[in-house]
């Protein structure tokens, strides 16, 4: 008589290293496949669950990540890389208070990792706890001084703290790391424009359009700062050159009413506010703008319930 001898099955360990060699490999179909097999075996497999979250996150597949890094940091509470990874998708999806707690969970754990410091600045940045981003920022600088977008988030901390000057500094010094960074270069331009030194801002944004001339964003906030220097017909030709490039883009359509409110063509600019506003119904300047030109042509019974926009434009 002869017996059959059966292969044992895989343990959720051995399924989790193939996974894992899948995932180095780039065979990411597979490692998604591999560690789901694991985690049916033993659902509490924490690097299971985290390097799935990582492959599902890229994916938009936000929710359920999230659902993965949570279960990871429960089954172990001091896995540092599933705290950041928790909190990266946490800020992704808006949820930035909590996501701040698991920066700072991950940090208890290993206080040397530039980038998680990094994190954390950006999350308190967006609850506006502009000190703690600062103290942040400088930890992660540290770390690593040679961190260009480090130091253009650092700077973008110092002015929300109206620290104007040091800001400039902070985004000179990412420009000094990486000539080359737009973001810091945008940074640059906008904070040099709300200090009044238009030309140098001028400088800042024909840098940055070299480097990227197609972003409408940058266009606008290159605009912007022609009109504060009263250049409207130039404030026109970006804010067009930026519709043409993206026509849902709401601030190219306030730049163009602005244009025509300067000009007296009320019509064309309610036009252009209403543009902006059915793109982005929260837009503070197109509402408020509205509010002026319909008080301003007797339309009391809107141009009063708009007017209450005062509130947030000041905000």
Request: glycine share 6%.
């Amino acid at each position: 008589m002869t017996t059959l001898h059966t292969k044992p099955a895989a343990s959720a360990r051995e399924l989790f290293e193939g996974a894992l060699a899948h995932h180095v490999g780039g065979r990411l179909d597979a490692a998604v496949a591999a560690y789901r097999e694991a985690l049916a075996i033993d659902p509490t497999l924490a690097p299971a669950l985290n390097n799935l979250g990582a492959l599902l996150a890229p994916q938009a597949q936000t929710a359920d990540a999230i659902d993965l890094f949570r279960r990871a940091v429960a089954s172990d509470p001091t896995y540092a890389e599933a705290h950041n990874n928790l909190g990266i998708a946490l800020s992704e999806s808006g949820a930035h208070t909590e996501a701040i707690a698991h920066f700072e969970a991950a940090l208890s754990q290993e206080l040397s990792r530039a980038a998680w410091w990094n994190n954390l600045g950006n999350a308190c940045v967006e609850c506006f706890r502009l000190d703690k981003a600062l103290d942040a920022y400088d930890h992660a600088i540290a770390i690593d001084p040679g961190a260009a977008d480090v130091w253009s988030n650092r700077g973008l901390a110092l002015r929300g703290l109206r620290r104007a000057d040091d800001a400039i500094a902070s985004f000179q010094r990412a420009l000094e790391v990486d000539p080359r960074f737009v973001n810091a270069l945008v940074n640059l331009g906008i904070v040099l424009k709300e200090q009044r030194r238009h030309d140098q801002a001028i400088v800042a944004f024909e840098r940055a359009r070299t480097l990227r001339p197609n972003d409408p964003a940058l266009l606008c906030n290159y605009a912007s700062v022609h009109e504060a220097r009263g250049e409207y017909e130039r404030m026109r030709e970006l804010a067009d050159l930026a519709a043409q490039i993206d026509e849902s883009f709401p601030e190219a359509h306030v730049l163009r009413g602005n244009y025509y409110m300067e000009r007296g063509e009320f019509p064309a600019a309610e036009s252009a506010y209403q543009r902006a506003r059915s793109l982005d119904a929260d837009n503070r300047n197109a509402n408020w703008n509205l509010a002026l030109i319909w008080l301003l042509h007797g339309d009391y019974r809107r141009g009063w319930t708009q007017f209450e926009w005062r509130k947030r434009l000041q905000s």
